[in-house]
T-cell receptor
Framework: DTGVSQDPRHKITKRGQNVTFRCDPISEHNRLYWYRQTLGQGPEFLTYFQNEAQLEKSRLLSDRFSAERPKGSFSTLEIQRTEQGDSAMYLC??????????????FGPGTRLTVT | AQSVTQLDSQVPVFEEAPVELRCNYSSSVSVYLFWYVQYPNQGLQLLLKYLSGSTLVKGINGFEAEFNKSQTSFHLRKPSVHISDTAEYFCAVSDSRGYSTLTFGKGTMLLVSP
């Protein structure tokens, strides 16, 4: 069990550029979540997938944000035309959902985005 | 919809002293409750969770928490802290009808000094 991995760990970009982050969940996990954590705050939910289907999106997820999980394994989160307010830690989590139950979410180390 | 309030943004404590980190929640439905710990520049690690049953839940690293439904609280405790417990602690809640998304509090920074 290698855990949840995220790439890159750090990203510095200029305002207006596009960025893409990758998350590799624990291999047998069918659910994948994206959260955003700004300084001094707890993580806030952005979106989640069950297999390849995106089941829920937060109002925080503006139209500049898009997430995919094309084969139900890894996921990407893209931010277009970045703004300084996008600077945050982007956390990915995965879990196993069976029937009506779901086991706890395991978090990756995060990608810290700085928009200059 | 759920919300979580962590009443203390920072808790300073001396090594080997007991500590309590407070968490209150609000929800119109039954909930599951969690405590996560985050060390600097790392992701979140689950300390413990309450799903059902006994209201006293024991977790890793000697932490425990007690669910109090009437007071809508889920306070985290440790009888004797170590320097290595210095970290940010987050309380979180999810809808018990299926874990689904987690709603987090703003976190409490536990600062343990010698």
């Amino acid at each position: 069990d290698t855990g949840v991995s995220q790439d890159p760990r750090h990203k510095i970009t200029k305002r207006g550029q596009n960025v893409t982050f990758r998350c590799d969940p624990i291999s047998e996990h069918n659910r994948l979540y994206w959260y955003r954590q700004t300084l001094g705050q707890g993580p806030e939910f952005l979106t989640y997938f069950q297999n390849e289907a995106q089941l829920e999106k937060s109002r925080l997820l503006s139209d500049r944000f898009s997430a995919e999980r094309p084969k139900g394994s890894f996921s990407t989160l893209e931010i277009q035309r970045t703004e300084q307010g996008d600077s945050a830690m982007y956390l990915c989590a995965s879990s196993l959902s069976l029937g009506q139950g779901e086991y706890e979410q395991y978090f990756g180390p995060g990608t810290r985005l700085t928009v200059t | 919809a759920q919300s979580v309030t962590q009443l203390d943004s920072q808790v300073p404590v001396f090594e080997e002293a007991p500590v309590e980190l407070r968490c209150n929640y609000s929800s119109s439905v039954s909930v599951y409750l969690f405590w996560y710990v985050q060390y600097p520049n790392q992701g979140l690690q689950l300390l413990l969770k309450y799903l059902s049953g006994s209201t006293l839940v024991k977790g890793i690293n000697g932490f425990e928490a007690e669910f109090n439904k009437s007071q809508t609280s889920f306070h985290l405790r440790k009888p004797s802290v170590h320097i290595s417990d210095t970290a940010e602690y987050f309380c979180a809640v999810s809808d018990s009808r299926g874990y689904s998304t987690l709603t987090f509090g703003k976190g409490t920074m536990l600062l343990v000094s010698p």
